[in-house]
């Protein structure tokens, strides 16, 4: 059964059948755009990068997910591993842009974590005399990928990509296209008052 939330209803009717378009206020109301926040981009998956961008361990690219910072970093063993772009300390912001790191260092205090989020060392340790350093660790956010495609969910749990795509993996499968193979070839960024916009490019070769 369709939810429809009760913005889309047409109450001056006696059917109370969904309207066509959107209301007006949907465009600047607050409390329209954290229901969103809430049950669209926290609970779904956005593309965010290609797995030949983080090539070795330690390669990672920062995104931002609604109103959530995100990065996706390749571990040891090969992994893509995505977590919030927050440390658990003061809430500083963890990585910027797209790059190499040995570990996931906060620029405000020094806490460092490892490739899978795990609290490693912290300056003056001697501070914090009762801290449990294995129950220190990043937000983990999911990370799945389809033809070399990164896409990331903010939400620890909830649909997995395959069945988020509802089969539209399957129905490309009819075009004789090896996906995993698409290069990057160009990146433009541009910006106007409602967002910023990333769009990326990319051709088989």
């Known amino acids: ?21 959107l209301p007006g206020d949907y465009y600047f109301s607050e409390r329209i755009f954290a ?84 609290l490693k060392g912290l300056p003056r340790a001697e501070c914090f005399p009762n801290l449990d350093k294995s129950a220190v660790y990043l937000a983990k956010g999911r990370v799945e990928t ?15 990509l395959v069945s988020y795509l509802a089969g539209f993996s399957t129905y490309l499968e009819q075009y004789q296209h090896s996906w995993q193979e698409l290069q990057q070839v160009d990146r433009w960024f541009y910006s106007h008052l409602a967002s910023t916009v990333v769009t990326r490019t990319v051709q088989i070769t």
């Not at 939810?3 to 969904?18: A, G, M, V």
């Not at 389809?146 to 997995?160: D, H, P, T, Y």
Request: glycine share 10%; net charge negative.
């Open 1 to 21: 059964m369709i939810s429809i939330h009760p913005s889309f209803l047409d109450r001056t009717s006696s059917t109370n059948q969904p309207k066509f378009g």
């Open 35 to 118: 229901y969103e926040q809430q049950t669209i981009w926290r609970n779904t998956w956005q593309f965010v990068g290609r797995e030949s961008d983080l090539p070795n361990p330690g390669d990672y690219l920062t995104c931002q997910v609604g109103d959530q910072p995100m990065f996706v970093i390749r571990d040891r063993n090969g992994e893509l591993q995505a977590m919030h772009n927050v440390c658990p300390h003061r809430g500083a912001q963890m990585l910027q842009g797209q790059g190499h790191c040995q570990r996931v260092r906060c620029p405000y205090h020094g806490w460092n974590f490892n490739y899978e989020g795990n």
């Open 146 to 160: 389809w033809g070399g495609f990164i896409f990331v969910c903010s939400a620890a749990e909830g649909e997995s």
